[in-house]
Each structure stands twice: as C-alpha cells, then as structure tokens.
DNA sequence: AGCCTGTAATAATTCGAATTAGCATCTTGA
DNA sequence: TCAAGATGCTAATTCGAATTATTACAGGCT
C-alpha cells in the first residue's frame, strides 16, 4: 500500500513550507497572509501532478466539527420488515444531511443488550457524531435524561414528554390530526365514538388520545377508549378511531364479514400508527404522518441545536386522507 | 453546547496525567507500563461518571483505526424507488458490521456532481472510514483506479474488471447462474436462445451474457444476442432470457397479448437485474441474487482487506427460481 | 551510605493539517 | 537616511489520543 501523500511531501517537491501549502490549499487570500503569484503556481502544480488530497482527520482534528451526524435506532433499520416505518425518515434525513453537506453514521455498533441496542454502554460511540437524531417509536427516558445532562447535541423524531428538561424534538401533530378526524365525522352526523389502541405509553399514543378525548369533549358526543377491541367490544357506537392501521384494517374485514356495511352501519378511521405492516386496498379514512418532512426537519433542527445551542420543538401537520371508510 | 471532554479533562479530574488515561482506556497490561490497581479504579470511575469516549478523529489521526466502515452510493439509498436495490445489500452490511462492533458511515456529503456522487472531489471525506464498501451497478473505472494507488481500503459488491490492478469485490457467479439456465433449458428441448440485454457496459451484464455464450457454444445451440428486444425481433426463437425482470415480464404479457402461450409458444427466462421495478405476480423463471449475503460477505472480506492486507475475490452463488415460465 | 531492582507514573513526541505570530526583505515617504 | 509600511514566507503551536523514553521513589542488599 502506497504511503499516502503529506502536505510535508508536497511542500518538499515544491520547495517552501508545510504552512505555505495548506495556505495555498485553502486559497486564504486574506491580507495577513499573501502567497506570490508563482509560488502558489508552483505548489498548484505539484498538487495537481501529485493528485494530493487532504487528509480529512487531520483536518477535522483541528475544527471541533467533523460533519457527521449520528442517527440512532434501537434495532437495525435495514431488515425489511422494519424497513416501512424507518425509511420515510430516513429518506428525509439523508436528503438534509445531503444538503449540508454532511456524512450519516448509523450506529450499527451498539451493544444490543436482549435485542435492543443501547445509547450508552461502557463504550458508548455516540459522541463520535457531532449530534445525533433519535428514532423510535419511544424512547428510554434514562437515555433521554442523560443526553441532557451530558450535553449531548440531538433531536428526537416524535415529539418527547420532558425528561429532566425539554427534549428537543420533531414530530407530527397527532392531538389536531385526531380532533380533525373527529370534527368530520360529527359533521356525518356521528355521536358515539370509540378510540382503538393503547392511548398511553408512547407520546404518540398519548397525543392521539388525548386529541380524541378533547373533541368529543368539544362536540359534546360519546366517546370512549377501548384498549383493545374485537367488533363486539364495538356494538352501539358508529365511528372507530383505530390507533393502528393494521387495527382499523383488520375491523374493516370483520364488521364486512359479518354483512355490517362500511361505511354505512359502522365508520372506521386510522390514526396512521404503522407498528405492524397493514394491507393497503381497504383505502381507510384518515391522516398521513409526514415522516419524511420529519426526517428533513429534524436534521435542520439538530444544526439549530448545534449552531444556537437551542432546543427546538416542533409538531408538523398531518394530512387528512379522505379514503372510503368514513361516512 | 457543552465542550467536549478530553483525556486532559479526564486526567485533571482523576488527578493523574493525559497518558495514564489512556493506559487505563486501551487497558495496556504490558510489562513496560503499569498501572495500580487504585488509580486504573479511579480512572475507571471517573471515565464511567462521565460517559467519557476518546475522540475518533483524534485517535484515527494516531492509529490508523476508528471502527468506523465507509459505505458509498453514488446516490441516496433510501428513496423508496432505489430501496428495492439497495436495501437487501444493506441489509447484510448492516448485520454483520453490528456483528464486528463497527459503525456505518453513510457518505452523504459527497458532492453531487451532476446528480451523481463523487468519491474523489477537493475535500473528499472517503479517509474518514477504516475502510469503505462500495455499492452501484457500475462503479467509475477512475474511481476505482485511484481507490487502488491510494491504497484506501474497500470492498466492491458486485464483480468488477481489473483496473490498474485486482479490485477486491463479493460478486454474484451470473455466469455459473446463465449457464444453468440454459442448461436447464435445453433439457427442456430448446435449441434456439436469444439473450435480451445490454450485454456489456457493467461487469455484472458482461458477465451474464459471457455465461449464455459459453453454456450455448457447449450444447451446440444457437444463441444470439438482442440488446433492445421487442417481440418482433424474437420470432423463431423458442427460449429468451431477459437480463432485466422488467423486460422479462414485459416479454411474457406482450407474447400472451399476441395470443401466444407462455411456456407453451415461448419460454422466457429472468436474469435477475432489477434496475427497474418490475410485477411480480407473472412468476418469471431464473435466478435469485444472493444481495444480503453479498452485503455480509462485503464486510467481512473488507475486514480481510483491512488485517490482512488481502485481495478477496469471490463469487456467490445465484439460486435457481423454477417459476411458471419454461417449458 | 551506596547501589540495584521493581514499580508507578509522567514528559515528551507523534500523527497531518490549520493557524498565528513573527522574521526577513523590500518600498516608500519625509 | 531612517522609520514606517508593505510583502512573502516560515517557525511554532494547536487539535486529542497513543506511545516511548524517562523520572521518581520505595525497598532490599551489600
């Protein structure tokens, strides 16, 4: 393997200093330093012959920065089967940190103590990144507490309740999606509403919740939380709000098999959760989480963190999808 | 933003100099530096309490090493329309750099010269990785060229031809693959092949066609090639294998528009090139290309590469997919 | 006391590039 | 003619960690 070139070699070859080559290299005309027109010819021209190249750890040993932007998950992104929920983000991701001109570093190294990777361990690589976006569907509140008070630069995906001090986060705004959801279904003419799925645990559970409790709330109508439904759980009201996807997919199939018409006896929405994969053609009501704008965002936010040292918290809208289970 | 800690940080709080904590971190034993137990303990705690993690850049900078593997596109990998190429490959590189404890770097900052990335420009970030998995249908013959004078560690996925020296690469065996085929074929009873493809540009369609042109030279068949195919161009033969699957399933529904029967009239076979998204409901004859193992293979030879200062070549096996469409 | 041996830790140097302070040399202008 | 200023370049330092050479000190032995 050849030995790679120094800026001490090119500055031999061309007969002046080491400092005089990085000079020229960076092109700095400022007036403390002037380099004379032949002289700098001459080191362009041994760098050109030579094909020199800076080394970049050098380089970047000397900023603090390294432009590179960490992007951790708990569990592999690239499988396949988690591939639907990661990708949209990603893709947003790679698209910013394209644009600034930085390198992503997936933190594949991880220890994955019982399946699930951990933020810190003994030898924790994240401070190998210059900050980090954090991607899950919940986070560790211990890990969230100690990024905190470690000073670590990141921002979450989804938003995060505060652990020890606001988090910084991007996430979609699932409290308004719902309550929209709901504001059309009461213009059908619905009064008895059910919500489908956890409603806790997660923030985005929570937000979706706490949105359908506020709306029924404001129309005045029945509404009621049932954590985990089969269609008989369901007799007596006319709307569904089904957390998952694959949920209000699977009671689309059921009420339909049992000769119940939908959207004529029964409504059911989606609140666009995508824990499992779900089948497409139904064409559920619903919303869509901008995941990939999310992605976009949160790396413009972390540069915000960086830059400003401020702790950015945003919630973009989601987008209704009118569908054909809602009437 | 909080400063990042130091070894002189660390040192200062432990009380003992920068070059002990790093004794203590690389948990040298040797006979030649030693450490008391109470003060390696100490060091410890304080390492521990702080989440203290030695500066990659820093130490690449020293020893040549940060666990940290390249992985280079010449564009983004995760738009959903580059996903079905990419992420298999991926797939496998992600699970065996979590295997060896290293983290993925993903080049993003590569300038995007005319759409397509770059791996040599002014400030090419390539050297930031130990070393560097490339991925694409075709990879530039200079790039390569310069990666070898360079001396830059790396892996091709997919074959590739010498340039100014033997490229390391984990390919798929297309040649053995097409061989089979054809083999296959002409115990069904065909005698008269077209190869529908480019042929040539990428290792990988060269390397396809060479198979159909050894395997029908050795049954003493006719076998010729037909870069741009529409089924016009293919009356007389009984048996085509289309490198593209796009082109391939194109081929059947265009013959079964006709009126002719597929396998029946016509055999069509599919050589797994998937630059286009293609149906995959017509249950086209061929191969399959082993992409994740390709991706685990990948890393581990770029670990042979970066130990031993090795040259792997090597090619996986295609695995033969009987489908609906020969006969 | 003087000398050696073992132990424990540190000072100093290295890696490659960027930057700052500063040293020569050459012009001007008074 | 001499100070002031411009010009062109370089020596020295910095970044953070790893390594080598070296020092400091205790205890044992003659």
């Known amino acids: 393997m ?4 120094t800026q001490q070699d090119i500055a031999r070859m061309a007969g002046v200093s080491q400092a005089t080559v990085s000079l020229v290299l960076n092109n700095r ?8 027109p032949e002289t700098r010819a001459r080191v362009l021209e041994v760098i050109r012959r030579t094909g020199y190249v800076a080394n970049p750890i050098a380089r970047r040993l000397h900023d603090h920065r390294n432009r590179i932007l960490g992007v951790f998950t708990y569990e592999a992104v690239f499988p396949s089967t988690r591939a639907d929920f990661y990708q949209p983000f990603l893709e947003g991701i790679e698209e910013q940190a394209e644009e600034i001109g930085c390198d992503l570093l997936l933190f594949t190294s991880a220890k994955a103590a019982g399946g699930r990777r951990r933020i810190f361990s003994d030898d924790s690589r994240i401070r190998l990144a210059d900050g980090c976006v954090l991607l899950g569907r919940s986070l560790d ?3 969230l507490a100690q990024l905190l008070t470690e000073g670590i630069p990141f921002v979450s995906i989804g938003r995060r309740d505060d652990a020890g001090g606001p988090v910084p986060h991007v996430g979609a705004d699932y409290r308004a999606a719902v309550r929209d959801l709901v504001d059309r279904a009461v213009a059908f003419g619905h ?7 956890a409603g806790k645990g997660a923030e985005s559970s ?9 709306a029924v709330a404001a129309h005045g109508v029945e509404g009621t939380h049932v954590p985990f439904a089969s269609l008989d759980q369901l007799a007596g009201f006319t709307a569904v709000l089904a957390e998952e996807v694959s949920d ?6 059921a009420a339909r098999d049992r000769g119940l018409s939908v959207p004529g006896d029964l409504s059911v929405m989606t609140l666009g959760a995508a824990t499992r994969p779900a089948p497409e053609e139904i064409g559920l009501t619903g919303f869509t989480i901008p995941r990939r704008e999310m992605g976009r965002r949160a790396v413009q936010a972390l540069t915000e963190v960086l830059e ?6 945003e919630l973009l809208p989601c987008e209704f999808v009118a569908g ?3 009437g």
């Open 206 to 214: 929570a937000d979706r919740l706490r949105g359908f409790r506020e």
């Open 191 to 197: 009064r008895k509403f059910a919500y489908v799925g």
């Open 324 to 326: 054909t289970t809602l």
């Open 141 to 143: 509140r211990d890990d």
């Open 29 to 36: 005309q400022d007036a403390s330093v002037r380099i004379a």
């Open 248 to 253: 209000g997919a699977a009671l689309v199939l």
């Open 308 to 313: 400003k040292a401020a702790t950015p918290q």
């Open 2 to 5: 050849a030995k790679r070139l």
